[in-house]
């Protein structure tokens, strides 16, 4: 047989055995699949009883209303002794017109001393906003809309008056919108929303309005109460985005750069909390009736006319006076209904 046949049947076999062997070690080799357990599902947190948590994020400063607050489930580990719990020991008109003296974030458990109560000392003062004003306007039942303003709501401002001018004729009646987004504090002593026991609101009348204000509308205020009549305009919620187009125009509002919902949220906080003053709307009283006028009436020439130095009526001026008699020529001034001789010259 030639030799190199031989080579490379040699080669071949040994090639073979070492396939077979690297074969035999993978088979070998391989474990058999285990079945492993699946990891079970957490246990469940054991509820406690339920707690009053905010249902929106509610700033340093702001009034409970009944929907600020909700009654939620909490784990019964995590709930402290601070807590207000549903019970019959907890009654909710204990909380509603408190002030949040702490910032509280949304969902977050309402702890005791994160309120402020009325008749605490201190409480308008928390309930004012950093470098605002409280200021107390006298109101009458048409002027405060029926009672139908409480504590929390915000409103405007409009000021009647009447403006004399210099001429005849009646004055001028007009009424402005002289500050808007105004805050209630408080209608007379009261700082929250009565209920009955059906739970529903008690409208009371009141004689005074305290609202939140800047240093310079509490002045505005002050200066409009001796102009004339200040009456209450109840804003709606909804206000709030029509004006931010407005602000925005005008610059008093900074759009935040990017899409950040925080920063928006913090743009329209901060617009619905700020009074505004400036660019008010009016109404005259000729916007009402025709026989109203639209400006102040102006001076008539003969008012703007010196006067005419008055004269003493002469004796004879007026019916039942002796008449003197009057020798030499005489001028006879008239003055409505009465005529008066004043000798010019000669002897009486």
Do not use: C
């Not at 002050?222 to 602000?247: F, H």
């Amino acid at each position: 047989m030639d030799s190199r046949k031989v080579i490379l049947l040699v080669g071949a076999l040994i090639v073979a055995a070492i396939t077979a062997f690297m074969a035999r070690s993978l088979i070998m080799g391989t474990s058999a699949p285990q079945a492993s357990a699946l990891p079970g599902a957490p246990a469940p947190v054991p509820l406690g009883p339920k707690v009053l948590v905010a249902t929106r994020a509610l700033p340093i400063g702001t009034i409970l209303d009944p929907g600020s607050v909700k009654f939620q489930p909490w784990p019964a580990e995590l709930v402290e002794g601070a807590y207000f719990q549903e019970g019959a020991q907890f009654d909710m008109r204990n909380v509603l017109g408190t002030v949040v003296r702490n910032a509280i974030t949304a969902g977050q458990p309402i702890t005791q001393g994160a309120l402020v109560k009325p008749g605490d000392r201190g409480f308008l003062a928390a309930a004012l906003g950093p470098g605002m004003r409280a200021v107390t306007v006298p109101v009458s039942t048409q002027s405060s809309v029926a009672g139908f303003v409480f504590p929390g709501d915000r409103i405007d401002l409009l000021l009647t008056q009447s403006v004399e001018g210099g001429g005849d004729g009646p004055p001028l009646r007009v009424a402005e919108t002289i500050l808007r987004n105004l805050r209630v504090l408080a209608t007379d002593q009261r700082t929250s929303q009565e209920k009955d026991e059906a739970g529903n609101t008690v409208v009371h009348t009141f004689s005074t309005v305290t609202i939140e204000a800047t240093p310079k509308i509490a002045e505005q205020i002050a200066v409009a109460q001796t102009m004339g009549t200040i009456s209450l305009s109840l804003r709606s919620i909804a206000d709030n985005a029509a004006e931010l187009e407005q602000a925005i125009a005008s610059g008093d509002v900074s759009v935040p750069d990017g899409a950040d919902p925080k920063a928006e949220r913090a743009m329209m906080l901060k617009l619905a909390s700020t009074p505004q003053a400036g660019n008010p709307t009016y109404a005259v009283g000729a916007d009402v009736s025709r026989f109203q006028r639209r400006t102040v009436p102006g001076r008539t020439q003969q008012s703007m006319m010196p006067s005419a130095p008055s004269i003493s009526p002469a004796p004879g001026a007026y019916p039942g006076a002796p008449q003197p008699v009057v020798s030499g020529p005489v001028v006879r001034i008239a003055r409505g209904n009465n005529v008066t001789e004043v000798p010019v010259g000669g002897k009486n």
